[in-house]
């Protein structure tokens, strides 16, 4: 089993900057994968980044459109989401996943943080 939690979230104003972190309980062969997906209100919940702990660097939704970076501290057990540039569309739940593969389809991830809210002020 590997937990997650995330941390970070908040209120921000439009073309403000957050950075969210999820620490794992734990690093195994079968959780290499990372990733960070949101659900907005009445929306379904979408890929946002992922990178594996083991190298390589982070794929993006191509929403992101350079505002965010996803990096990782292996020593900590944690990464990190630094989101730039935030617009009112970003607001949504963010949720840390962990898995085999880094893949945007969200079924593919065996284990969830319990998310942190986002919100962005016009």
């Known amino acids: 089993q590997v937990q997650l939690v995330e941390s970070g979230g908040g209120l921000v104003q439009a073309g403000g900057s957050l950075r969210l972190s999820c620490a794992a309980s734990?690093?195994?062969?079968?959780?290499?994968?990372m990733g960070w997906f949101r659900q907005a209100p009445g929306k379904e919940r979408e890929f946002v980044a992922a990178?594996?702990?083991?190298?390589?660097?982070?794929n993006y939704a191509d929403f992101v459109g350079g505002r965010f970076l996803m990096f990782r501290d292996n020593a900590k057990n944690t990464v990190y989401l630094q989101m730039n540039s935030l617009k009112p569309e970003d607001t949504a739940v963010y949720y840390c996943?962990?898995?085999?593969?880094?893949?945007?389809?969200?079924?593919?991830?065996?284990?969830w943080g319990q998310g942190t809210q986002v919100t962005v002020s016009s």
């Open positions: 990178l594996r702990w083991s190298g390589g660097t982070a």
């Open positions: 996943a962990a898995g085999r593969v880094p893949t945007g389809r969200d079924e593919r991830w065996d284990y």
């Open positions: 734990r690093r195994t062969f079968s959780s290499d994968a």
